[in-house]
């Protein structure tokens, strides 16, 4: 089938090497001769005129649809008419029940652009921006879901955006308050080294912004001023609600691909950190991906960008959310309707928290008396059993049952080196002292790595030996041991090593008296190595019977001399 330019350009050239008439090229062509007039005048074909398909079910109800539209124009954004909307109000107000949606949508969509147009409204139109490097960055928050230790959990992404590279940093927090809003500035300033010099965008976050003047006026948060004059930085707030998304198009579009290939489906983790953790290698990984059309990847843009940044300032911003609870008869402060554990000494006193994203730290005074992770649930609780120590020594039936007990198993803290060594305790002591002495035991990490004390745990359970103080010492050898320097010489005594199964046989069994007081003496008495002493002999002592005694003078008693 000949297309109509192959139809003109053989009319054309007929016309121009035979001569024939249009009544003779129509003949011959079989096309009407307003077709060899068009082709003789242009070798281009005129465009088809679209055809027009005529709704004569719409047609009446098309006035009712358009003042619909027109009072769209002075409505809130979000309550607009859809074509759903205008359908359903056609069929009750004016009985069309015989119009499709499809209809309906086909006429709303052309027709509110008309109406827009006309009354002035401007068009949206997107305009090409180059950015210089190192000087703008763009920010913003986005939601994302994560299984967070087994349970379904809403957690919100902070997104950084360096314009011109398109370098962005990724952090996920429980929260999008300002406490979130300062560190993960904080984590994107230090991952890429510097801060932008011009300004970094932002929407009208109530982290940043405490009301919204006319224009670009704003007026901020002192704590985010304060942020913001300690790493020299200016701030650029978009257009209020959807009209100023497109001031920012860099970070909104980031905040959707990264949580399209790097949290879809959703990750599965046991904390924030472990996740924020993947997130930073994810992160690394993209700077081999190359952006739209750009040539170069993003890492190489950044290779470039990165000597432009300005300099981070010595000092670190603190990012915490200073707040003074008290502590309650439980040894616990309450922040966020979650509860953390500090020491018991403080009880009934006022301490200074710093609320931060990721974690909680106490303050007395200027000394840091507790860390915890931020409790992400609320109602939940952050227990460390080493704040209740000091109770616990005075009331050691307290401490299987309790609250501090339970969380240490929980987060590992108590290990199976201090279970046994209390079960063993137990055997020996009673429940009573063997608490006491595993409290003792739990002392030692105030000063101690958890390491050498765990070490020192295992070679008094092997030794059966289950005291504080044998633990301590041989924690203290195996920290000595541990950390000993090449070329030093080595104390002269080993630690307690674990023979293995062809070592115990063949070699000497240690037995203790722990041991051979709990375990059937006949056994006991058995595994003991054989006794090579010569029998004991009491001849060295009969002999003293015999030894002849020193001589007797011979003195007149005192009767004698009186001659009674």
């Given at each position: ?19 024939l008439s249009v009544r003779e090229l129509a003949r011959r062509h079989k096309v009407h001769r307003r077709t060899v007039r068009a082709a003789l005048e242009s070798a281009q074909p005129p465009a088809r005129k679209p ?335 080493d704040h209740y120590l000091d109770v616990l020594k005075l009331k050691p039936g307290a401490l299987p049952g309790s609250t501090a007990l339970a969380h240490a198993r929980a987060t590992g803290a108590f290990t199976s ?148």
């Amino acid at each position: 089938m000949r297309s109509r330019v192959d139809v003109f350009a053989e009319i054309r050239r007929d016309a121009r090497v035979e001569g024939l008439s249009v009544r003779e090229l129509a003949r011959r062509h079989k096309v009407h001769r307003r077709t060899v007039r068009a082709a003789l005048e242009s070798a281009q074909p005129p465009a088809r005129k679209p055809h027009v398909r005529s709704s004569p079910r719409l047609e009446p109800f098309t006035s009712a649809i358009d003042a619909m539209l027109t009072t769209d124009l002075d409505a809130p954004r979000k309550q607009r008419h859809t074509a759903t909307r205008v359908l359903a109000r056609l069929a009750d107000e004016h009985g069309a029940r015989a119009l499709s949606y499809s209809t309906v949508r086909d006429y709303v969509r052309v027709r509110r652009v008309e109406i827009e147009i006309a009354s002035g409204r401007r068009v949206n139109a997107f305009v090409p921006q180059d950015h210089e490097p190192g000087a703008e960055a763009e920010v913003d928050f986005g939601e994302v879901w994560v299984v967070l230790a087994g349970v379904k959990t809403k957690c919100h992404l902070f997104v950084f955006r360096l314009s011109h590279s398109g370098k962005a940093i990724h952090r996920v927090y429980s929260t999008q308050g300002q406490e979130a809003f300062l560190e993960g500035h904080i984590e994107a300033f230090e991952a890429i080294g510097g801060v932008p010099t011009r300004h970094i965008r932002y929407d009208n976050l109530t982290s940043a912004v405490t009301k919204v003047l006319f224009g670009r006026n704003r007026v901020e948060n002192p704590r985010w001023v304060l942020f913001r004059s300690h790493y020299g930085f200016d701030s650029f707030y978009c257009e209020p609600g959807i009209e100023g998304a497109h001031e920012k198009g860099g970070v909104e579009g980031e905040v959707g691909r990264f949580r399209r290939n790097h949290l879809s489906p959703m990750p599965v983790v046991d904390s924030l950190a472990e996740l924020n953790d993947r997130i930073r290698a994810w992160d690394h990984a993209d700077d081999t991906r190359r952006i739209s059309t750009r040539i170069r990847t993003v890492g190489a843009d950044f290779t470039t960008e990165q000597p432009l940044l300005a300099s981070l300032p010595l000092e670190r911003f603190d990012p915490g959310l200073s707040l003074t609870p008290r502590v309650d008869r439980s040894s616990l402060v309450t922040v966020r309707m979650a509860k953390y554990s500090v020491p018991s000494r403080l009880i009934g006193r006022q301490v200074r928290v710093s609320l931060r994203a990721s974690e909680l730290v106490v303050f007395d005074a200027r000394t840091v008396v507790a860390r915890h992770p931020r409790v992400v649930a609320r109602g939940g609780e952050s227990v460390d059993l080493d704040h209740y120590l000091d109770v616990l020594k005075l009331k050691p039936g307290a401490l299987p049952g309790s609250t501090a007990l339970a969380h240490a198993r929980a987060t590992g803290a108590f290990t199976s080196a201090h279970e046994a060594f209390w079960a063993a305790a137990r055997k020996t002591d009673g429940d009573a002292v063997a608490t006491r002495e595993l409290i003792d035991v739990l002392l030692l990490h105030r000063s101690m790595d958890a390491a050498d004390v765990v070490a020192g745990l295992q070679a008094a359970v092997t030794v059966g030996a289950v005291t504080a103080d044998v633990v301590a010492v041989e924690a203290r050898l195996h920290a000595s041991q541990h950390h000993e320097t090449p070329g030093t010489p080595s104390s002269g005594r080993g630690r307690v090593r674990f023979p293995s199964a062809e070592q115990q046989r063949s070699e000497l069994r240690v037995v203790s008296l722990t041991q051979r007081r709990l375990a059937d003496p006949a056994a006991v008495i058995a595994g003991l190595p054989p006794d090579r002493r010569p029998i004991p002999s009491m001849a060295g002592y009969d002999e003293l019977l015999h030894l002849p005694g020193p001589a007797r003078t011979e003195e007149p008693t005192a009767r004698e001399e009186t001659g009674s």
